[in-house]
């Protein structure tokens, strides 16, 4: 029933007063658009205009990176013995502003850690420049866990640790100038843990944890981990035993003949693998800061000095091998000589004397070699025969700060040039040099490139050989032979007497070089740098030893490098089961004739 | 054929003949009538029981979860302290087998070196061993015995 049927009639006033106006609506309908309008907008910024940049504002906030440090890679000598591996050790350090009894806490962690007790209240009470209490201070590195443990027992105030790893050297000194050292950062800073940084160092892993506004570890949050590679090992050629005997042999060499220092090389002379590389003074990698910077210097590879006399064989392989002599050639041989405006003199006065090659070599005349090599090379022969034997170049071991000696090019050589050179004076070599000319007679006349490391084993355990060394053939086969027996001649009744081994033939020769001074312009009158480099069997060479020693008392090489080389060659022989092998009969020509 | 009287289409409502009589309130009699929530009942237990069952189960996934991180936990820590006491033995006995210290002992026990011409070496049958120049690796099966993890 409607009003209108009942008659009535809604009034109007009531109908106004429930429709609102329509200017209402559109007030409030635009305050909604405006405002949804509004909205969108700041959703377009946050999510799409400004998405990238808020997203990783925010990753940055929630997101924390853990480093992984990669394990450093052991190196092993050629048994398989640690020479340097790294071991998970911590980094005590303390809060000097939460210590509240500096005096007990040093004394306690200074007995833990075997530290200086003043050193160690230094630390806890150090403060800042304006007198306030530091917030850090390292007190130690590289403490081992067991340590640790026992100072974490203690629970000290205001000591926290951190973790980090420790490099050791296990066997001390040996081979501690090959090895070289690792800095505090992990990093490779000498010898080789530089030159094998990038293997040895592997690539270090990143752990991003998600963690809340008070950087409490938000556990269901996802974690990315990249897992570290742990670093390469290294396999050297060393063998530990042979490096110990070499070292210590050395030590007591360069004491016994009161000389500054000394230097010695035990190589296979086939593979040009090096058994023991040594020089003295040596030092102690666990403590290495505590040494001067030229102990830490590994000299055989590193130092360059004038050869002499052992670089005698040079001029005689090439005199052989250019058939310019014949070892049934003899020289009349003064004791001196003048050439141009110096004079030259055998190391003693002697009776003029009938002399070959081989007496030339054994006696170490070298008034006789001058006079092969005045007239029977010419200068340019003489120093392509040095540079195939390989001075004047680095020998491509690849040890830092490996130096390349001293080789006047011929074009440059004086009158007296080639007499000097024949004798060893007037070029540099290092003693790694000068082992690789005695390991190319030794090796039938083929340089073989010296090399230090064996091989590498990878994370998975997988052993990886190393490349095959570079050879070149220098001198025929016969003339190398030749030079052999020449060279154990002059073991057997020459120069380098001292060098014999019982029930061994040994080849070798001697060598006593005047010292440059250092501002250059002459020599030294009394210091002299005495060398002996052999090796044995001479039927079958297996193992050879080069010695240098720094300006001896003793003066000579016969006297204070030879019984060395005896003593490292001998024991070498030992180590590597070397059997001795037959004397080859010595022919006719090699009876000493003067 | 008798034809039957057409029924009418539309039936009249019983009684519409009839005078409308005055209706008679009767008094409502109280019955008992089963429940609805009697009747529904089981489903609420089952339902109870299922949520309750789920629940239970949920919570117990998440023990099982939790229990097995826990474990795995403990299994890493563990891990990584096997780790650091190989690696502390793996020290001990590279300090222990340095010729240097091996030396010191011998010397302690009274052991010297021979002088040189006090060692006579055999000639040995058969070839050489241990040939410098070897390629052989050194380790067994071409890897490291004590190679760092």
Same mark, same amino acid.
């Given at each position: 029933m409607t009003g209108r049927a009942n008659g009535r009639r809604r009034p109007p006033t009531?109908?106004?007063?429930?429709? #609102? @106006?329509?200017?209402?609506? %559109? &007030? &409030?309908l635009v305050i909604l658009v405006l405002g949804f309008a509004g909205i969108l907008v700041r959703l377009f910024v946050l999510q799409v205009a400004q998405a990238s940049s808020l997203q990783s504002l925010a990753r940055s906030q929630r997101l924390h990176h853990i480093p992984l440090p990669a394990t450093r890679g052991t190196i092993y000598d050629r048994q398989g013995r640690e020479l340097a591996m790294s071991v998970p050790a911590k980094a005590v350090f303390v809060d000097p502003s939460l210590v509240t009894d500096p005096g007990s806490e040093a004394e306690a962690i200074a007995r833990v850690l075997g530290l200086e007790q003043a050193d160690v209240y230094a630390d806890v009470t150090r403060t800042t420049v304006d007198g306030h209490a530091n917030r850090f201070a390292y007190i130690a590195h590289g403490v081992l866990l067991g340590q640790a443990a026992e100072l974490q027992k203690l629970h000290?105030?205001? %000591?926290?640790? /951190?973790?980090?790893?420790?490099?050791?050297? #296990? +066997?001390?000194?040996?081979?501690? /100038?090959?090895?070289? &050292? %690792?800095?505090?950062?992990?990093?490779?800073?000498?010898?080789?843990?530089? +030159?094998y940084q990038p293997l040895l160092a592997g690539r270090p892993g990143d752990e991003a944890v998600q963690e809340d506004v008070n950087g409490t570890l938000i556990p269901q949050a996802g974690q990315s981990v990249t897992p570290p590679v742990a670093g390469s090992n290294?396999?050297?050629?060393?063998?530990?035993?042979?490096?110990?005997?070499? +070292?210590?042999?050395?030590?007591?060499d360069v004491r016994r003949n009161h000389a500054h220092g000394g230097t010695i090389i035990v190589m296979d002379p086939h593979s040009g693998q090096v058994l023991a590389m040594a020089s003295y003074p040596t030092f102690n990698p666990n403590t290495f800061g505590s040494f001067p910077s030229e102990d830490r210097e590994n000299r055989a590879v590193t130092a360059s000095y004038e050869p002499g006399s052992v670089n005698k064989v040079i001029g005689a392989a090439a005199a052989l091998e250019t058939k310019s002599v014949s070892v049934n050639d003899r020289f009349t041989v003064p004791d001196a000589m003048q050439i141009y405006?110096? %004079?030259?003199?055998?190391?003693?006065?002697? @009776?003029?004397?009938?002399?070959?090659?081989?007496d030339i070599l054994a006696y170490s005349s070298n008034i006789g070699m001058i006079e092969i090599a005045e007239n029977r090379l010419t200068p340019g022969l003489l120093s392509s025969y040095l540079h195939s034997f390989g001075l004047g170049a680095r020998t491509g071991v690849g040890f830092p700060g490996e130096a390349s000696g001293i080789l006047p090019p011929a074009g440059t050589w004086s009158g007296t040039s080639v007499p000097t050179i024949a004798i060893g004076q007037g070029v540099a070599v290092t003693p790694l040099q000068m082992a690789c000319v005695y390991a190319t007679v030794a090796n039938g006349g083929v340089w073989v490139q010296p090399s230090l490391v064996r091989g590498t084993v990878d994370a998975s355990g997988t052993y990886r050989p190393a490349a095959s060394p570079a050879t070149r053939r220098v001198i025929s086969a016969s003339t190398a032979s030749q030079l052999t027996r020449m060279l154990a001649y002059a073991v057997d009744v020459g120069t380098g007497q001292q060098a014999q081994i019982p029930g061994f033939w040994v080849a070798g020769k001697t060598g006593t070089a005047r010292i440059p001074l250092p501002q250059g312009g002459g020599y030294y009158t009394d210091r002299y740098e005495a060398s002996f480099i052999g090796f044995a069997p001479a039927a079958s060479p297996a193992i050879e030893v080069a010695v240098v020693i720094d300006a001896p008392k003793t003066v000579f090489g016969g006297i204070a490098a030879a019984p060395l080389f005896q003593e490292v060659e001998r024991f070498a022989l030992a180590r590597m089961h070397v059997p001795p092998a037959s004397r080859l009969p010595v022919p006719t020509h090699l009876v000493p004739t003067g | 054929m008798s034809v039957a009287r057409a029924e009418p289409a539309?039936?009249? $409502?019983?009684?519409?003949?009839?005078?409308?009589? $005055?209706e008679r309130r009767r008094p409502r009699r109280l019955r008992v009538v089963a429940s609805r929530s009697r009747r529904r009942w089981p489903f609420a237990v089952f339902a109870t029981l299922l949520v309750g069952g789920l629940l239970v189960a949920v919570v117990a996934a998440q023990a099982l979860v939790a229990q097995n991180s826990f474990r795995l936990q403990d299994l890493q820590a563990r891990l990584t302290q096997l780790q650091q006491a190989g690696d502390e033995l793996r020290l001990r006995v590279a300090l222990d087998t340095a010729p240097g210290r091996i030396a010191d002992e011998a010397r302690k026990l009274g052991l010297r070196l021979p002088p040189s011409d006090d060692v006579y070496s055999l000639p040995v049958a058969g070839p050489a061993m241990g040939r410098t120049g070897s390629r052989t690796p050194p380790f067994p099966n071409g890897s490291s015995p004590r190679s760092s993890p």
């Open positions: 009531r109908r106004r007063s429930t429709r #609102p @106006p329509g200017g209402r609506l %559109v &007030v &409030v000290l105030d205001g %000591v926290g640790f /951190q973790d980090e790893s420790r490099r050791l050297y #296990p +066997q001390q000194d040996v081979a501690a /100038q090959v090895l070289g &050292v %690792v800095g505090m950062d992990g990093t490779g800073l000498e010898g080789l843990e530089y +030159q290294l396999v050297l050629t060393i063998d530990s035993d042979i490096q110990y005997r070499a +070292q210590l042999a050395l030590a007591q405006d110096h %004079v030259f003199h055998d190391a003693e006065p002697h @009776p003029t004397r009938i002399m070959n090659l081989a | 539309v039936r009249r $409502p019983a009684g519409a003949d009839r005078p409308a009589r $005055p």
